[in-house]
């Protein structure tokens, strides 16, 4: 009996012990990757919703406002004002603002912004595969090098407005 008990408890141990190890290795697996302040991106391009390309012009904005976000998602909704606030700021620096969405079919409806909003339905490769957007919303604020000034997984927040215009205010614009 004292031998089936053995067995039993060492059992109950290795087990344990894969199961804690399988977690561990999944939880770093499954850690979302996200862009942060001081990576460089390749310059945002692609399709816009009118099948357009992205053009490719001589001028560069001084910053990019890219945001991604779906017209199902709650917390897109819940901080559209915030996004907006941004936005507008972000326009009065000469940024350029691209709104992107997991796939055309939910690309959020257009209730206001700014005219020259570009809509990207489809982006480059090299810069998909750079911008592991893995949940809405999304927001990332670029200067005009494409490093990353500011970047934010989830809904946006008055502090975040803040921190966002505080990280472009501090570096020269532009090329």
């Known amino acids: 009996m004292n031998a089936l008990k053995a067995v039993m408890v060492s059992a109950a141990l290795l087990g344990s012990a894969f199961t804690l190890g399988l977690d561990y290795w999944i939880s770093l697996s499954a850690r979302p990757l996200q862009v942060q302040p001081g990576d460089k991106l390749p310059r945002p391009g692609g399709l816009t919703l009118e099948g357009r390309p992205l053009p490719e012009s001589s001028t560069v904005p ?3 406002l890219i945001r991604y976000a779906s017209q199902f998602c709650e917390y897109c909704k819940r901080d559209a004002t915030e996004y907006a606030q ?11 603002s691209i709104l992107m969405a997991p796939e ?13 909003r570009i809509n990207l339905s489809l982006t480059t490769f090299e810069f998909a595969a750079a911008t592991p957007f893995l949940g809405t919303p999304t927001t990332l604020v670029l200067d005009g090098h494409s490093q990353v000034m500011w970047s934010k997984l989830g809904p946006m927040s008055l502090a975040d407005i803040t921190a966002a215009t505080a990280a472009l205010e501090g570096r020269p614009h532009g090329r």
């Open 104 to 116: 055309p079919s939910v690309f959020p409806k257009a209730t206001n912004g700014p005219a020259d």
């Open 86 to 96: 941004l936005e507008a700021h972000t326009k009065g620096l000469g940024c350029q």
């Open 62 to 64: 001084p910053c990019w």
